[in-house]
Each structure stands twice: as C-alpha cells, then as structure tokens.
C-alpha cells in the first residue's frame, strides 16, 4: 500500500447527472434585449477557443453595442470574466462551475467581443481578452498576508515537484497506459508556522499510447489524441524544509471517444497538444509580455503561420 494517498475521481459527461452539456442560450437576436444573449454567446465561443488553464465565467457585461445592417446587425460586447475552478479539460459545462476564491488565486479577464447576425444566425467574429491575476502578490500580501503568493508557471522548485508528482500518479495510478504533463496550471507559495514554506501545485495530465508494462522510456511515450485520451487534473503539495511531496489527488475525466479501435488498427496519430502548437506560438507573439504566473486566454481569430513547403526547382 502507498504511505499516501491517492485519491482518483472519474468523472464522466455521458454519465454523471448534471453534466449533459449546458442548457441551449437564448437565440442572440437583433431586437431589443439581445445583449445579454451575445455576452453568452461570447463567453461560451471563449471558453471553447481556451485550450490551456482554467474555464472562465461571466462576471459582468461592461457595455454593448449594435449595429443594424442590411438581413441583420453586428454586436460590440465587453465583459468581465473571472476563472473557474475547472481545468479546461473538465467535462463540466463552465456555468457549472464555481469561481476561484480570492485566496485560491485565481485570474480575471476583460474581453471585447465582435459578433454577427445574419439570417436570424449569430456568428462571433473575433474576441480580444486582457488577462491577469485577479491580485497581484503585493495587493494580495494588503489584503490577506497570509494568503498564497503566484509563482511563474516555469519556477524551479514548482516544475521539479510537479515532475515527482507525476511519476508518483503514474506508480500508484491502476490505469492500464502512463499519463503525461499536459501542462502546469497553476502554482502557489506560502509559508505555514512550524512547517516552513510550501509550494502548492495544481496541474493537468493526459494518457499516452504506453502501456505501464512498456519498457519504452516515459519521456518518449506521446499522448493519445485528445478525444480517445483520458485526462487528469491533480492537485499536491511541496514541502521545502523536508523535501517531499504531499498527497497527490486528481479528478479524472474519461475520454469524449470510446469506440475501440479495429483489430489490428493502430492507435492514431495526432498533432502535439496547445502548448507545442503553431496556435500557442501565435498566441504568444500576439500578446507580448503576458503574466508568467497565469493561462492568457488568446486572441481570435489567429493568424497561425503554416510551415512552408520546399519548392522543387525546375530545370
């Protein structure tokens, strides 16, 4: 038996009551009163254009604006959004989801979005977020000092103890195939009386194609398609003074596809996830200096550069 506990939650959208999908949003239209449907039609299109962090939720509509043009009209809408507790990976529709206490250190977003109606159809055309914690460490340390502070998603101790975290799900997890980092989401740090500083981790995982029996390195397992992979979202802690690591505890969601492949297909191939994608890239260039410590959510559209394919010369 392990010395600590881990604890595995499988959570199913087919299954579990309440998580059929969100209930169906009013029809945004171009009468009076449409605003409201465009705000939810644009947090729902950011939510499913957000590939990495947290799912995010309506705060406040800040303002709108409509334009009546010919068979329809265009809406100009500016929101407030907070982070939610669910991973983006989590099958549970964002309205379901509870927004991160000030002390969890969650972030806020103001977004702009641009929307169409044409044909009785509403269509958003592009949304625009600035990203940020909801405090800053400094405005956190005036408000609760004893509070966590944010630490960059790359700082050392945090990407060293989430490493050790995984190989202890893998070794106690009883699924058949390793999983890997999907990503860091989020990491905290705090001193504790008696105990010293900790650093709190909250990542998110996906299965690779590897079986626990294969004797291929980790490292070189790649995941399975996001549809047919199994995702985690776990959560553990480090303590500083003595080095170990806490419990790790993770919810797992089952895959969207669970038709068994034929006999003798092999398992298919996909690209790499968010973070090693053209998109992030753009992401990346598009916003500049982001916040270190948090998942922006990203612009869109975005303007992904192909790889260019060598020209073969003619002679």
């Given at each position: 038996m392990?010395t600590q ?18 209930p169906?949003s ?5 009468d ?12 729902r ?18 303002s709108?604006?409509?334009e009546?043009v ?12 907070m982070?939610t ?10 309205d ?30 592009s ?6 914690p909801?405090?800053s ?24 103890a ?5 190989k ?6 009883n ?6 980092l ?20 909250k ?20 995941p ?10 776990c ?20 895959p969207?596809?669970?038709e ?10 996909c690209s790499?996830?968010?973070?090693g ?17 948090i ?8 303007a ?12």
């Amino acid at each position: 038996m392990p010395t600590q506990l881990l604890a595995v939650l499988l959570l199913c959208a087919a299954a579990a009551p309440g998580l059929r999908g969100a209930p169906s949003s009013p029809a945004v239209t171009c009468d009076g009163g449409g605003e409201a449907a465009a705000a939810s039609l644009a947090v729902r299109h950011i939510n499913e254009h957000h590939e990495h962090g947290f799912k995010f939720k309506l705060d406040e509509m800040q303002s709108s604006k409509i334009e009546h043009v010919p068979g329809g009209c265009h809406f100009d809408v500016n929101v407030k959004l907070m982070q939610t507790d669910c991973h983006v990976t989590n099958p549970k529709p964002a309205d379901q989801c509870d927004f991160m206490m000030q002390s969890e250190r969650g972030a806020v977003a103001t977004c702009n979005s641009k929307l169409d109606v044409k044909g009785g159809v509403a269509t958003v055309t592009s949304h625009q977020c600035a990203t940020r914690p909801e405090l800053s460490n400094s405005e956190m340390v005036a408000t609760c000092p004893d509070c966590p502070a944010l630490l960059p998603l790359d700082d050392e101790t945090g990407v060293k103890a989430v490493e050790e975290a995984v190989k202890k799900f893998n070794r106690e997890s009883n699924h058949q195939n390793y999983f890997a980092l999907m990503e860091i989401s989020l990491l905290t740090s705090g001193y504790i009386p008696s105990v010293g500083t900790n650093t709190w981790l909250k990542f998110a995982l996906v299965e690779t194609v590897c079986p626990k029996n294969s004797r291929i390195l980790q490292q070189a397992c790649t995941p399975r398609c996001p549809d047919r992979a199994h995702h985690a979202f776990c959560e553990s802690s480090y303590t500083h003074s003595t080095g170990e690591l806490g419990a790790v505890t993770c919810e797992v969601y089952l895959p969207k596809n669970t038709e068994p492949l034929e006999p003798g297909a092999q398992e298919p191939a996909c690209s790499a996830g968010f973070h090693g994608s053209a998109e992030a890239s753009a992401c990346t260039a598009r916003l500049g200096a982001a916040e270190p410590s948090i998942h922006p959510i990203c612009p869109f559209p975005l303007a992904v550069q192909l790889p260019q394919v060598p020209q073969l010369r003619q002679v």
